[in-house]
């Protein structure tokens, strides 16, 4: 299993601070969310870390869309760093949230994506693109192929990634919904008739280690907050009886959420998420149990683990799954 840490809070000094304490401690993984009002500019700050920091990571986007960037333009970022990194980056892709809610847009539909992961991989490596009304794009100077996962949480997300993505980004730690979820994600692979055998499983989520697991809870509450504005969209577009009611009962209490507080601890629109769902969704407790949980998630086939770092002391979090985690899942 690999691990990673996502990052994006300003200034920039804090998210070099989680990549030089990620480099010492072991990591494999660097994450940049691409939602460019709430947090700085991914690219333009992926850029100055890669140069700074030089550490021996893959870079990934958690996650990029199609509606606040045209996918040329993304395929043109995707391409010039993998050729500065050596073939390092992977692009985490979806139909947009906090990139687009904060500013009242809406979200792109699961059409544009799945032409945005078209567009992403071809002209990406520098083959011709068509791009329609007999335009055709082409970046000679590109080559490579750079994996492309795709974010989804609803039955119809979830098998466009089975049908076109290299891997599945799982914005959630629950084993019961990466099993339902995967049923969806196969059947997508059999429309189109390929293997899922060098699929990746992704895992992004909460952590917090303390022995107190009341405290553990408040760290990360705000998480299964942010999960339940994707699944009120899901909610949107399938039916009730489609979805489990383990991943959907929770957000009949959820209220108005402020995006301008997204991803922050101790918000008053996490409240209403009970410690169940904390649980669940998140990674936390002691040492041993954290080690229980992702040992779980790993059996169910997640061959990347992605921490998100909004909770006090996180670069201790850091340490502690750099040099005491991570080696359990590496011998």
């Given at each position: 299993?690999?691990?990673?840490?996502s990052?994006?809070d300003a200034?920039?000094?804090?998210?070099l601070?989680?990549?030089?304490t990620?480099r010492?401690?072991g990591?494999?993984?660097a994450?940049s969310?691409?939602?460019?009002?709430?947090w700085?500019?991914?690219w333009?700050?992926?850029?100055w870390?890669?140069g700074?920091v030089?550490?021996?990571?893959?870079?990934?986007?958690?996650?990029?869309?199609?509606r606040?960037?045209?996918?040329?333009?993304?395929?043109?970022?995707l391409?010039?760093l993998?050729?500065?990194?050596g073939g390092?980056m992977i692009?985490?892709?979806g139909?947009g949230?906090?990139s687009?809610?904060?500013?009242?847009?809406?979200p792109?539909?699961?059409a544009?994506?799945e032409?945005?992961?078209?567009?992403?991989?071809?002209a990406g490596?520098?083959?011709?693109?068509?791009?329609?009304?007999?335009?055709?794009?082409?970046m000679?100077w590109?080559?490579?192929?750079?994996?492309?996962y795709v974010?989804?949480y609803g039955p119809?997300a979830?098998?466009l990634a089975?049908r076109?993505?290299?891997?599945?980004?799982?914005q959630?730690a629950d084993?019961?919904?990466i099993e339902?979820?995967m049923?969806?994600?196969r059947?997508?692979a059999?429309e189109?008739?390929?293997s899922?055998?060098d699929f990746t499983l992704?895992?992004?989520?909460?952590?917090?280690?303390?022995d107190?697991?009341d405290?553990?809870?408040e760290?990360?509450r705000?998480?299964?907050?942010?999960?339940?504005?994707?699944?009120?969209?899901v909610l949107?577009?399938h039916?009730?009886?489609g979805l489990?009611?383990?991943?959907?009962?929770?957000?009949e209490a959820r209220?108005?959420?402020?995006?301008?507080?997204h991803a922050?601890?101790g918000?008053?629109?996490?409240q209403y998420?009970p410690?169940e769902?904390v649980?669940?969704f998140?990674?936390l407790g002691t040492?041993?149990?954290c080690?229980e949980?992702?040992?779980?998630?790993?059996g169910l086939?997640?061959?990347?683990?992605?921490i998100?770092?909004?909770?006090?002391g996180?670069?201790g979090?850091?340490?502690a799954?750099?040099?005491k985690?991570?080696?359990e899942f590496r011998?």
């Open positions: 299993m690999k691990f990673g840490f990052y994006g200034p920039h000094t804090k998210s601070e989680l990549w030089e990620a010492d401690a990591f494999d993984q994450w969310w691409d939602s460019h009002i709430i700085q500019e991914a333009s700050l992926m850029g870390l890669i700074t030089k550490p021996d990571f893959e870079f990934g986007t958690c996650v990029t869309n199609p606040t960037r045209d996918p040329l333009v993304t395929a043109s970022a391409a010039t993998n050729q500065i990194t390092k692009c985490g892709i139909r949230d906090s687009v809610r904060v500013i009242k847009r809406k792109a539909n699961l544009d994506v032409r945005a992961v078209e567009i992403i991989r071809t490596s520098g083959e011709p693109m068509d791009m329609g009304e007999g335009v055709e794009a082409q000679p590109a080559s490579g192929r750079v994996p492309v974010a989804g119809k979830l098998r089975g076109v993505g290299d891997g599945i980004i799982f959630i084993p019961f919904v339902w979820s049923q969806h994600v059947a997508g059999e189109a008739g390929r899922l055998d992704h895992v992004a989520t909460a952590t917090f280690i303390s107190d697991l405290e553990a809870r760290q990360c705000w998480f299964p907050a942010v999960v339940g504005n994707h699944i009120a969209d949107r577009h039916e009730p009886e489990p009611e383990e991943l959907i009962d929770y957000v209220g108005d959420y402020d995006y301008r507080d922050e601890p918000t008053e629109h996490s998420v410690d769902i649980d669940r998140c990674v040492k041993e149990r080690i949980k992702v040992r779980e998630l790993e086939g997640v061959g990347e683990f992605n998100y770092p909004h909770v006090d996180i670069l979090v850091l340490e799954y750099g040099r985690i991570a080696p011998s």
